[in-house]
């Protein structure tokens, strides 16, 4: 079974410095990586994927992740908080194959932005 | 279009009361699929459906039914309601095709309480 795991429940970061969240994922075959972001009382809203070719992704609103398979990890990171970032990051995987569409997701980061 | 659409927004209960939650969606997605998220816990599967008359389980299945007769709809039935399903619940859908990630595309969710 695919787990996840993000390190640290809650990350404290000042405007304008680097945002790095991290993921890790447990999986015998790489599986597909994304990562959703949930602002207060709000859906989950895509901010990027990964399913292949070029390890280093691109997202919304300045994110990008890089994927690292000998590590086993999918780490977010922005070089410049905004206030607006002030959210809770889930890390989901899915299979390759047939069940590509059941997502497993790690317990969330809370990024809290300091003026 | 309206997307992923829940309801209620906001739904207490009586523990042995029973209740649907109500999810549709209007992108004409083969896959819907229902969450809930507990804090700390991210988000768990509960059940899910690849088609019209079509429904699996989840990691999170007791207590909870489902079934599927249209595309567009996929209610969550909780037949006798305990404390322990108080929670955030979402639900979710994309398109279904084997090797290929689509964007999972998440409603407002609901959020309950049973006393």
């Known amino acids: 079974a695919q787990s996840v795991t993000q390190l640290g429940s809650h990350v404290s970061v000042s405007e304008g410095a680097l945002v790095l969240l991290r993921c890790n994922y447990s999986?015998?075959?790489?599986?597909?990586l994304f990562w959703y972001v949930q602002y207060p009382n709000q859906g989950l809203q895509l901010l990027l994927k990964?399913?292949?070719?070029?390890?280093l992704v691109k997202g919304i609103n300045g994110f990008e992740a890089e994927f690292k398979k000998s590590e086993t990890s999918f780490h977010l990171t922005k070089p410049s908080a905004h206030m607006s970032d002030a959210a809770e990051y889930f890390c989901?995987?899915?299979?390759?194959?047939?069940?590509?569409?059941?997502?497993?997701f790690g317990k969330g980061t809370l990024l809290t932005v300091n003026p | 279009n309206a997307g992923v659409t829940q309801t209620p927004k906001f739904q207490v209960l009586k523990t042995g009361q029973s209740m649907t939650l109500q999810c549709a969606q209007d992108?004409?997605?083969?896959?819907m699929s229902w969450y809930r998220q507990d804090p700390g816990m991210g988000l768990r599967l509960i059940h899910y459906?690849?088609?019209?008359?079509?429904?699996d389980q989840g990691e999170v299945p007791n207590g909870y039914n489902v079934s599927r007769s249209t595309t567009e709809d996929f209610p969550l039935r909780l037949l006798s309601a305990a404390p322990s399903q108080t929670s955030v619940y979402f639900c979710?859908?994309?398109?279904?095709?084997?090797?290929?990630?689509?964007?999972?595309?998440f409603g407002p969710g609901t959020r309950l309480t049973v006393t």
């Open positions: 979710a859908s994309s398109y279904s095709r084997t090797g290929i990630s689509y964007e999972q595309y």
């Open positions: 999986s015998s075959v790489p599986p597909y």
């Open positions: 990964y399913t292949t070719g070029a390890t």
């Open positions: 989901a995987v899915s299979e390759r194959g047939g069940s590509n569409y059941k997502l497993t």
């Open positions: 992108m004409n997605h083969e896959y």
């Open positions: 459906s690849v088609g019209a008359g079509i429904t």
